[in-house]
């Protein structure tokens, strides 16, 4: 594999963790064994750190710990791209719906009682045979959480954030997405509080199926645009 | 600021990596992480454009290093050294300083699904007149402020086209140095790739970009 800059630096940290944690975490070796790479790795002592500071906060009543537990529940296991599933499938659904979507997203997410944090000022983006769009946040990690949840790793990545405005082909590539040279591809960098969500193409030999089979083909990648939504095989689930 | 967060048009970073089932967080932490700075910013000592600036604060060897979640504790960390509401010397003992008040905590769990549901919209509503209009041709401005901006470099000087006026919004730039909201309308102007990136970019290619009237001049 080719050895990128980024690599030297994520095994640097790696072996500065190991060195200090005395061994790797128990994850970490289980992480690289299972798909060949190795994530940043933390310190173990960063765990503790962060018990330590939790616990400080509480004391001094900064912070309530039910509120936390509240809040990576809400995250873990509320909120997440089932969501803007359910958005998709409707539109796909519901010509009327669809147009609402695109004009006046807020209000037509929230008709599926969907809105809020990171989700305040939502738009929503068509593809279609023509242009395909992909999102981004190339200065942080903009990402609409009431429709997708939190954001994956790779969407926070240096590689993804910096290569998508310039090459967003070859990271598409990357996805196993290859477009057709005359199809535009159209990448929305959420610089502002504007929030995107891309509606997929309806695949094929979806005619007959209920909002909630459609529901359950769309993937977030497809919402987020570096995948689309695979045609259905014919007779079989998806 | 010129940093390293700025990171849009680079090409040494290496392949997007996808992880198959990926968790919602990778270790416990990182979720008390993700709560605590939730929880943090509750106080209203800052605001969540001051909380991104901090973190493009972070050196960039640093920044390239750290994982995300060590990005949120650090910035966090340091605006409430920074604010107050804790000191060096309690982070480092882990115990509060003698003689400190017991606070209620500013969020609370009763108040989670309020605040998830209803978020902290930055838009404003007043009435402020629109420098452009859709289907102008502008340019972004040739700027390299030292404090926060959300105009991504590769993006300056670039010509492009209003393609819609979403309202009026808090601007960064000022609201991250605490200078006030500055509201001003937020424009989707879209550039074409070829004249971001030059021949080497396919014809058809655009990014659209949400620009605030101070990012644009007339083109």
């Known amino acids: 594999m080719k050895s990128t800059r980024r690599d030297f630096l994520a095994t640097a940290a790696t072996a500065a963790g190991a060195a200090a944690a005395g061994e790797l975490s128990a994850h970490a070796q289980e992480h690289e064994h299972s798909h060949g790479h190795s994530h940043q790795v933390v310190p173990s002592d960063l765990a503790l750190r962060v018990k330590s500071l939790e616990s400080l906060l509480v004391e001094k009543g900064l912070v309530d710990r039910a509120a936390l537990d509240a809040l990576i529940d809400t995250y873990e296991h509320k909120i997440g791209p089932r969501n803007g599933a359910r958005v998709v499938a409707k539109a796909w659904n519901d010509s009327a719906y669809k147009m609402r979507l695109l004009t006046d997203s807020d209000k037509a997410i929230a008709e599926l009682g969907y809105g809020g944090q990171q989700g305040e000022h939502m738009v929503v983006v068509e593809n279609t045979p023509a242009v395909h769009n992909m999102v981004v946040c190339t200065l942080c990690s903009c990402y609409p959480w009431p429709v997708l949840g939190l954001p994956p790793v790779w969407y926070k990545s240096a590689p993804y954030r910096s290569r998508s405005v310039i090459d967003p082909r070859g990271v598409l590539r990357e996805f196993g997405l290859e477009l057709p040279e005359d199809v535009e591809v159209r990448v929305w960098d959420s610089t502002a509080e504007l929030r995107y969500l891309v509606l997929p193409e309806r695949p094929s030999g979806t005619e007959r199926l209920s909002e909630d089979e459609l529901a359950a083909l769309v993937t977030r990648d497809a919402m987020i645009g570096v995948a689309k939504v695979p045609p259905r095989k014919e007779g079989g689930a998806a | ?219």
């Open chain 2, 1 to 219: 600021m010129n940093g390293i967060h700025d990171m849009g048009g680079m090409q040494d970073m290496g392949p997007v990596r996808e992880e198959k089932n990926e968790p919602v967080f990778h270790h416990p932490w990182e979720g008390r992480v993700f709560a605590i700075t939730r929880s943090m910013s509750a106080w209203r000592k800052w605001n969540l454009d001051a909380l991104r600036h901090q973190r493009e604060l972070i050196p960039p060897a640093e920044y390239l290093r750290m994982s995300y979640y060590e990005i949120w504790l650090k910035g966090m960390l340091e605006l409430a050294i920074k604010f107050g509401l804790v000191t060096q010397a309690e982070l480092d003992s882990g115990k509060p300083a003698a003689g400190s008040a017991k606070l209620h905590p500013a969020l609370t769990a009763d108040k989670i699904p309020g605040l998830v549901a209803h978020g902290t919209p930055a838009s404003r509503d007043v009435a402020v007149t629109p420098r452009f209009r859709s289907g102008q041709r502008v340019r972004a401005r040739n700027i390299n402020p030292v404090g926060h901006t959300r105009l991504p470099r590769y993006a300056r000087g670039k010509p492009g086209m209003v393609e819609r006026d979403h309202g009026v919004f808090v601007f960064p730039d000022t609201d991250a140095h605490f200078l006030g909201e500055k509201p001003q309308h937020v424009y989707t102007v879209r550039f074409s790739a070829r004249d971001l990136w030059g021949e080497q970019a396919n014809a058809r290619d655009t990014v659209c970009i949400a620009m605030w009237d101070d990012y644009l001049e007339l083109e």
